[in-house]
């Protein structure tokens, strides 16, 4: 995936309403020990916290669709694209 598609990709994060793509990143890397530890029930747990804390319960589908389109099926895969690829 070259830079112009992963700029595209982490727009499309934001737009669908994950204003802030670094508080994933954070709380899954806090929650699961930097990945050591993915959520006990559940693939995108600590994601599905986050954006219903954050009172953002109705993106949560959209956000997990979006990821699932680039082949990341879980949240700590998620999280490290995203690392790599916020600064793009």
């Known amino acids: 995936m070259d830079s112009k ?6 727009r499309s994060l934001r737009e669908i309403g994950m204003t802030i793509p670094e508080a994933i990143t954070m ?6 020990k930097y990945g050591t530890r993915p959520h006990p029930t559940d693939a995108w ?7 219903e804390k954050r009172g ?3 993106k949560i589908d959209g956000v997990i669709n ?4 680039l ?3 879980d949240e700590i895969a998620a999280s490290k694209w995203l690392i790599l690829n916020l600064n793009k």
Do not use: P
């Open 5 to 10: 598609e992963t700029r595209a990709r982490i």
């Open 71 to 73: 082949g990341i099926e």
């Open 27 to 32: 709380q899954v890397g806090k929650k699961s």
């Open 56 to 58: 953002e319960t109705g």
């Open 45 to 51: 747990g600590y994601t599905r916290q986050l954006l």
């Open 66 to 69: 979006l990821f699932f389109q």
